[in-house]
């Protein structure tokens, strides 16, 4: 979703990179380039213009810093602005009241229902109630019902009035011992009296602890424009934007919590109840800027293996003793976790790395048949596989010489990147 900006960076950081120093001109060169990249990924306008200010002075204030290179200044100044623009930390549901009581609001086909279930996945420890509150649609409450079903959560069907379907559902979430309760309520095409007289009265006798608009991260701008207006009418705890794994430039998540003060929850990766994505500044700032997501990777990959386990990897990662049994291992992992194209999006330099950046799935079967080709003295020391090795291994998998030698480079450029994180050059940019 963030590809356009971090294409973009990550080419004119090595730019910035290679400069001795930077004049004013080289400078505000950059300044245009990273402004035309933010209004291209469709962010905010006005954003992106207060963006760029903040960032000139920050330049300017600490134009000389001993320990770092000018271009290096650039990017962690673009990093920590970034960090900034998307609220500083992740905003996370609190579960003070029981039950808490999350209202998911939004225009039609945004997500709500989706998103519902999705919430209902990663707090499940919660004992979620799923609330179909959409009287005119009953396709609807079905639709949520048979999401319910999958993501293990309880349901509580519409009835006649939608406010008196949340009571109902109260009710039986007390009885229940629901934790969580989640109001699926009506989407309209347009924001009109009707809906918002409905949310309204659904908020004024519920009291929700946490309102949350679901929007289209695809409609770009439009999503901005949807944030302000339900925020003015309804008062909004925050956002989650949907659809970013489509075509989405990301722009629409950038900017809503600076163009409208309403936070972002989370993201929405995927038509998988499974695909929900914590917001979380440092961690997106990280990916936009190309670093890649290494925080975010932990975490799915932790969801798939065993936490010793990682622990081991991440220390075979650091000090470059990871192998291509490692490596197997891993891609066995992500397999399990969906999409590899996904992931590959988030590991460090991956985005800066080429051939590594656009690996599809299908890319992923052969790659794994070329790895299992290997002997097991080959996965550990991937150097001793000389020409007639390489030829060996081809044949084996089905795949041709330059598919091996391309697996055999990008492993290697991707295990220089992971040990030059290990030995802190990168460490700018953790905190
Ligand atoms: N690719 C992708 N599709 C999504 C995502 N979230 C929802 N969808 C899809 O978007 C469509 C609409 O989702 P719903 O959850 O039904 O939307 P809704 O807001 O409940 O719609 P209404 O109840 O009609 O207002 C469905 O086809 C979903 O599968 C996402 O994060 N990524
Ligand atoms: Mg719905």
Redesign the pocket.
């Known amino acids: 979703m963030f590809e356009v900006i971090t294409d973009k960076f990550v080419k004119l950081q090595r730019k910035l990179l290679g400069f001795g120093r930077l004049s004013t001109k080289e400078i505000s060169e950059a300044l245009r380039e990273i402004r035309i990249t933010l209004l291209e990924a469709d962010v905010n306008y006005k954003v992106v213009g207060e963006f760029i200010r903040g960032l000139q002075e920050k330049i300017e204030a600490k134009k000389i810093v001993e320990s770092l290179k000018p271009g290096e200044l650039i990017n962690v100044i673009l990093f920590q602005e970034l960090v900034k623009l998307l609220g500083e930390k992740a905003e996370k549901i609190q579960f003070s009241a029981v039950p808490t009581i999350v209202e998911l609001v939004?225009?039609?086909?945004?997500?709500?229902?989706?998103?519902a279930a999705k919430l209902a996945v990663k707090y499940k420890g919660k004992k979620p109630l799923l609330v179909a509150c959409?009287v005119k649609?009953p396709a609807?409450s079905e639709?949520l019902k048979i999401l319910a079903e999958r993501a293990q959560a309880d349901f509580f069907p519409v009835r006649n009035d939608a406010l008196k379907t949340c009571l109902a559902a109260l009710e039986q979430a007390k009885k229940n011992s629901n934790q969580l309760v989640i109001f699926?309520t009506?989407?309209r095409l347009h924001i009109d009296e009707d809906l918002m007289h409905e949310l309204q009265s659904i908020k004024d006798k519920t009291k929700p602890n946490f309102i949350l608009l679901?929007v289209d991260g695809m409609v770009g701008q439009d999503a901005v424009n949807q944030a302000q207006e339900f925020h003015a009418k309804l008062g909004l705890n925050g956002a989650i934007v949907?659809?970013?794994?489509?075509d989405a430039k990301g722009g629409a998540v950038v900017s809503i919590r600076k163009a409208t003060s309403v936070p972002v929850y989370f993201m929405?990766?995927?038509?998988r109840i499974e695909?929900l994505e914590e917001f979380a500044p440092q961690r997106i700032a990280t990916r936009i800027i190309g670093q890649g997501d290494i925080l975010s990777l932990q975490e799915k990959v932790a969801q798939a293996m065993a936490p010793q386990d990682q622990e081991k990897v991440a220390q075979k990662l650091l000090k470059g003793k990871f192998d291509f049994t490692d490596f197997l291992e891993q891609l066995k992992a992500i397999k399990k976790m969906g999409s590899v194209s996904k992931l590959l999006a988030m590991i460090p330099g991956a985005a800066g790395v080429k051939g590594l950046d656009n690996i599809d799935d299908k890319d992923f079967g052969r790659t794994e048949a070329i790895i299992l080709s290997m002997t097991r003295q080959e996965r550990q020391d991937p150097d001793i596989i000389d020409g007639s090795r390489r030829k060996r291994i081809a044949s084996g998998s089905g795949t041709s010489v330059e598919e091996v030698n391309r697996l055999l480079k990008e492993f290697r450029q991707a295990k220089q990147l992971m040990q030059s994180m290990g030995s802190g050059k990168m460490k700018m940019f953790r905190r």
Request: no cysteine; aromatic share 0%.
């Open positions: 939004g225009l039609q086909g945004t997500g709500k229902t989706t998103t959409d649609r609807a639709q699926d009506a989407g679901v949907t659809k970013l794994d489509g929405g990766t995927g038509e695909d």
